[in-house]
């Protein structure tokens, strides 16, 4: 007898556009869940080319937890191949977990890679995002409020983020994704979401900072809080 093994979904972005123009999209979602609920596999590996979730639009990430949801009907684990918060969020909804980590990365777009010298980041535990070290410590001048800083111990007596080497950067984001399993996994969906509305509407406040910075909050909420 052959062992059963995880099949893999990979999907592209412009499936959940059409999705979305289409009356009876839940029934096609339902209709790619019952494809894969044979006994050919006994998990799912769920893979969104190209999902940037700070850039995609709120009808795509709704579209992508509409279908983790019917999966999840299979009665089959999930698992995420990539994915930033928003990913981790649908873990709410029943995506069982998922790939990220130092040195992976968010999403991946298989029509194309580009090598060279990794960009020294700084993930913004309330922005739930990367930003270059320049433009996070940007951010922070400007915002220069507790509730915005990060209390890790990386980060610790307010060092310009500039000043970090490469290796406390990667530390600090393994500090705060750890932060936010935890804290997801404590809260309710709609705490969540409460709290990313609420991010969202103190950062409006500051005429300075371009929106393209938190708008991504927005749309995480307003695609996630039918699922509440």
């Not at 400007?142 to 310009?160: K, L, P, S, T, Y």
């Not at 399993?181 to 991010?199: C, K, M, S, V």
Request: charged share 25%.
């Amino acid at each position: 007898m052959v062992a059963n093994v995880p099949g893999l979904l990979a999907v592209r972005t412009e499936f959940f556009q059409r999705i979305g123009l289409l009356r009876r999209g839940e029934d096609q979602f339902e209709s790619l869940a019952r494809d894969y609920s044979g006994d050919s596999f006994d998990g799912l590996t769920i893979f969104v080319n190209d999902l940037q979730e700070y850039v995609t639009p709120r009808s795509t990430l709704a579209s992508y937890a509409r279908l983790v949801q019917a999966l999840r009907q299979t009665g089959k684990p999930l698992f995420g191949l990539f994915g930033g918060y928003y990913t981790l969020i649908l873990r709410k909804i029943g995506l069982g977990c998922f790939s990220n980590g130092v040195g992976y990365g968010e999403y991946r777009n298989s029509d194309y890679y580009a090598g060279g010298q990794a960009v020294r980041r700084y993930y913004m535990p309330k922005l739930h995002r990367y930003f270059t070290d320049t433009e996070a410590q940007s951010l922070l001048d400007v915002v220069d409020e507790r509730w915005f800083r990060c209390g890790c111990n990386v980060c610790a007596g307010r060092r310009r983020l500039t000043s970090l080497a490469s290796q406390e950067l990667l530390d600090h984001f393994l500090n705060v994704r750890f932060d936010e399993l935890g804290h997801a996994g404590a809260n309710t969906l709609e705490g969540i979401l409460d709290e990313l509305a609420q991010t969202f509407s103190r950062l409006r406040r500051y005429r300075v900072i371009p929106p393209d910075r938190y708008n991504h909050l927005r749309e995480w909420v307003e695609a996630l809080r039918p699922f509440c």
